[in-house]
């Protein structure tokens, strides 16, 4: 994990070059989670920090350089945040910088998160059946990998295990051969109604990832 | 000359009109697939509000046939655009600041979402933005035929 102070200046950094009013949002907030990559110290060049703001503003502000999302204090001890996808991954993976982390042990998957990543699975694949000849070949490898990460994260969730950043995903789609091979079946389960040709083609697409040292976004 | 310059028709700025129909004809596609804003417009003889559909409908089809379109019209635009985006596109072919980028760059928002469903795709406010942005593809190819 990434230091407290490294990430502070990080983002001290994003902040003075961003057109928003960050620091406005800093210092307006009762907790700040850095999370995703940035909090591993997975950063790459093309890497946003991930930053979740406990206050009331409701405003969510994405851009190249920061995602920045805010949620009230009511919504932080819901049920309905407690069991998301994106608390589980922040309690498990996220630094707080400012504040107590007093939800992050409140955090316990149910079966509205699972529930989400199956049907968002079933759809990526009908569409991909559906679109498959329309697309381009940067949005075919696109959807390839798109697709393979969200498997990676069902499976995940099935367990009932926090969803890492996609940097993590990916490494381990690349060295870990059984799991990869796991990933595989998942595909082939999940398009076995699909066009054989189709369904091929996405499955090698998917394979031929693991030799990339980097992936399109 | 001056005669024959007096009848000819001014070409009106910016894309082509092939292209002007092949986006409409595509946005319609993704129309097709979004719940109807006027599904929601209450029924006057009804109290009850009609429930919009969106049982069958997944933002994931959604921004895969946005992707699709995407494709279409950089293979039509050849050089002109590598668009990466459905709001990039959009703003390749109308300019940076034109009102027809911004409803895209909306309508991706709209349908992206962000993890799972606490921060969920707005799959309405996508209909609506797509409305719009059909209605203005519509009165460009309007100043074609006139």
């Known amino acids: 994990m990434e230091s407290v102070s490294a990430l502070s200046r990080l983002l001290d950094e994003t902040a003075n070059r961003a057109k928003e009013d960050i620091h406005g949002f800093i210092a307006g907030s009762s907790e700040l989670v850095v999370f995703g990559s940035s909090a591993c110290g997975l950063r790459t060049a093309d890497s946003d920090i991930d930053v979740l703001c406990v206050n009331e503003s409701g405003e969510h502000i994405r851009n190249s350089q920061i995602d920045l999302l805010c949620i009230s204090e009511t919504q932080l001890y819901s049920q309905e945040w407690l069991a998301s996808e994106l608390a589980g991954h922040i309690a498990a993976y996220g630094v707080w910088i400012k504040g107590e982390n007093g939800w992050r042990d409140r955090v316990r998957f149910d079966q509205s998160a699972l529930s989400r990543k199956r049907r968002r699975v079933s759809a990526y694949a009908v569409a991909l059946g559906a679109n498959w000849m329309k697309l381009s070949e940067p949005f075919k490898w696109k959807y390839s990998i798109k697709l393979r990460r969200e498997i990676q994260r069902k499976l995940l969730l099935e367990q009932g295990i926090p969803i890492p950043p996609t940097l993590i995903l990916d490494e381990k789609w690349r060295s870990a051969p059984r799991h990869a091979e796991v990933v595989d079946f998942e595909i082939s389960k999940l398009l076995c109604n699909s066009e054989p040709g189709f369904s091929s083609e996405i499955r090698e697409r998917v394979w031929i990832t693991r030799g990339w040292s980097k992936y399109l976004k | ?146």
């Open chain 2, 1 to 146: 000359m001056a005669a024959n310059s007096k009848t000819t028709k001014r070409r009106p700025k910016g894309p082509s009109l092939e292209i002007l129909k092949t986006l409409r004809d595509e946005l319609d596609g993704i129309d097709s697939i979004l719940p109807s804003i006027s599904d929601s417009v209450p029924n006057e003889e009804d109290d009850s509000e009609m429930e919009i559909t969106t049982t069958s409908i997944e933002a994931e089809e959604v921004e895969v046939a946005a992707s699709a379109l995407v494709s279409t019209i950089n293979g039509k635009l050849g050089d002109e655009s590598d668009a990466e985006s459905f709001g990039e596109l959009f703003a390749d072919i109308f300019g940076d600041s034109s009102k027809e980028a911004e409803l895209a760059a909306e309508f991706e928002e709209a349908i992206e979402g962000y993890f799972g469903d606490l921060f969920g795709e707005d799959l309405d406010r996508a209909s609506e933005l797509l409305y719009d942005l059909i209605a203005l593809v519509k009165a460009r190819i309007d100043k074609w035929n006139q």
